[in-house]
């Protein structure tokens, strides 16, 4: 009799189990499928649609998990440990609670914003107020708790990707297969401007390198590098700076990983030639009859309309030849030279960080440096960085406006607009340089975090991004480093950006699936251990599940 219940448990158990794993892999699958490519009027109402779409997918999934929450939690069987509020709160990693300390920063916020009714939904178009802030955090926590998932389900997102990527590269070469109503040259693909564009790419571009950086079979190696030339054609090609931003810091991270064996090494160099061989189809697409780049910048002519890039691929190929007759004589092993690379890499840090304190300088005292002299690459001025200079000013000093409570609290969720245009001297300085488009945050992400929930919710939520990049990375486990080049990419990308559904959504998604191979097989989705059955064994098919969920 006590064999039949605790086997009747078990099943529920895993019932209850299957059914919050499958209702995430469906919100998983319509977020990487449908919600890219989703839109009802061209671009005219593309930010419109797209929020309400997520908001509308979010608000249904999370309603149907608490439904079923509720259910399992009243009838006491299978989940009734796995979801207590104890458990809940038990056991708490440090990005745990950093996402803990963000709730609490983002509804103290709003409860002390004089623009409460704007902070509910946030400002129109962007949609990034108190409700949109807890839609992350939740989704980090339901994913951290009941997504057992592996490489493979990432697949679906990339395919999702390489057809917005297809599409943004042919609309850069003036080729539009869809007719989208308010069509613009900073209008590409399916997901509106090219920020956001941007956005969406600091996200999908990692996760599919590292993929093929994963990748062991031949087949996945040939899709995932195939996916590899469409993300770096259209990075480079899409007209945002700050997807250039991007791909460098997805390179130096690879470069760091190159130095842990030769495979990787060699792993490293392929990838090279990836992005050389992408650069130079972006260069021959220039020369077809019938296509046009219709937005050039700087960085993307260089290298798509150059031989640099070629040059990058023949020399990348020339060293993985070289390391291939090496290894065949084991006459070289890359690890033995991990602190050459390391070194290499600091140098390389070590030039940003010149280039930051040497602008800082010349900025607050012009013409202080006679090397530089007026050189304007080396002053933060309004103009500095596509107008970031104008944009960082304004989220200082909107900062720096505050009085001490708000200075702690915020002015409330994506009410940056609110208070600027609120305030006589920031407002007439925006006007001075943005006319009449309106200003809704800084342009990065951090900074416009410090201004509308304060010091509290800055430190909370950069506490969430960086907690969570180390230790995934501890783990080293190709999951874990795989979600932490994600949010390492994306994290850098917005420093010079900002939160947007396109973006952000997939950032918290990943945080939680990155949380959910630590934690193993802890789960609040999972039944509780199973006492042991008379004959002193558990059910065989549960012992079995319980091994897949443990592999991620």
Avoid at 28 to 33: E, I, K, N, S
Avoid at 161 to 167: E, I, Q, S, W, Y
């Amino acid at each position: 009799m006590k064999k039949q219940k605790n086997v009747r448990a078990q099943r529920e158990g895993n019932f209850g189990r299957d059914v919050g794993q499958g209702i995430l892999l469906a919100y998983f699958a319509v977020m990487g499928l449908v919600f890219p490519l989703y839109y009802t009027e061209g671009y005219r109402n593309i930010g419109n649609d797209k929020f309400l779409l997520f908001r509308n997918m979010t608000m249904a999934t999370l309603g149907i998990l608490a439904a079923v929450w509720i259910l399992s939690y009243i009838a006491g069987k299978g989940w009734k440990k796995g979801l207590s509020i104890g458990q809940a709160l038990s056991g708490l990693s440090v990005t745990d609670r950093f996402a803990y300390g963000y709730f609490l920063a983002v509804l103290l916020s709003y409860l002390c914003t004089p623009y409460r009714e704007d902070a509910i939904w946030g400002a129109e178009g962007w949609y990034m107020g108190l409700v949109t802030q807890l839609f992350f955090l939740m989704l980090y926590y339901v994913f951290s708790r009941g997504f057992f998932w592996t490489e493979k389900y990432l697949a679906i997102w990339c395919a999702g990707a390489a057809v917005v990527f297809l599409l943004g590269i042919l609309n850069r070469y003036s080729v539009y297969p869809l007719a989208m109503e308010g069509q613009m040259t900073t209008f590409i693909s399916t997901l509106g401007n090219i920020n956001w564009y941007s956005g969406y790419v600091s996200v999908m571009c990692p996760m599919g390198v590292l993929l093929f950086w994963n990748s062991e079979k031949t087949r996945d190696k040939i899709l995932s590098g195939g996916f590899c030339v469409l993300a770096f054609l259209t990075t480079v090609t899409q007209g945002s700076s700050s997807g250039i931003l991007a791909l460098l810091v997805l390179f130096y991270l690879l470069f760091l990983m190159a130095f842990a064996s030769n495979a990787r090494a060699r792993t490293f160099l392929v990838v090279c030639i990836l992005f050389g061989a992408g650069c130079q189809l972006g260069r021959l697409m220039r020369y077809l009859p019938g296509l046009t780049c219709n937005y050039e910048s700087a960085v993307g002519e260089l290298l798509t309309d150059t031989g640099l890039t070629l040059g990058v691929a023949l020399l990348a190929a020339g060293f993985y030849t070289a390391l291939c007759m090496a290894e065949k004589k084991k006459a070289f092993r890359i690890e033995a030279y991990r602190s050459f690379g390391r070194g290499l890499a600091g140098i390389a840090l070590g030039i940003v960080a010149l280039y930051l304190i040497v602008t800082g300088i010349n900025t607050l005292c012009p013409g202080g440096l006679p090397l530089i002299g007026d050189n304007r690459l080396f002053i933060l001025s309004e103009e500095w960085g596509n107008a970031r200079g104008a944009t960082w000013r304004a989220g200082a000093e909107a900062y720096a406006s505050m009085d001490l409570l708000h200075k702690l609290v915020g002015i409330g969720p994506d009410c940056f607009a609110q208070y600027c245009y609120d305030t006589p001297e920031i407002a007439e300085r925006l006007w001075e340089d943005f006319a009449n488009e309106r200003l809704t945050n800084a342009h990065n992400e951090w900074l416009t975090i410090l201004v509308t929930t304060g010091l509290g919710g800055m430190v909370c939520y950069g506490g969430i991004f960086v907690s969570a990049f180390v230790r995934l990375l501890r783990k080293a486990k190709k999951e874990t480093v795989l979600c932490a080049a994600c949010i390492c990419v994306y994290t850098f990308h917005n420093m010079v950006s900002f939160q947007q559904v396109l973006s952000t959504p997939f950032a918290f998604i990943l945080l939680g699936m990155g949380e959910a191979v630590l934690r193993g097989e802890h789960t609040v989705f999972k039944e509780s251990t199973p006492e042991k059955t008379v004959s002193g064994k558990s059910g065989g098919a549960d012992r079995k599940r319980t091994q897949r969920g443990k592999k991620h």
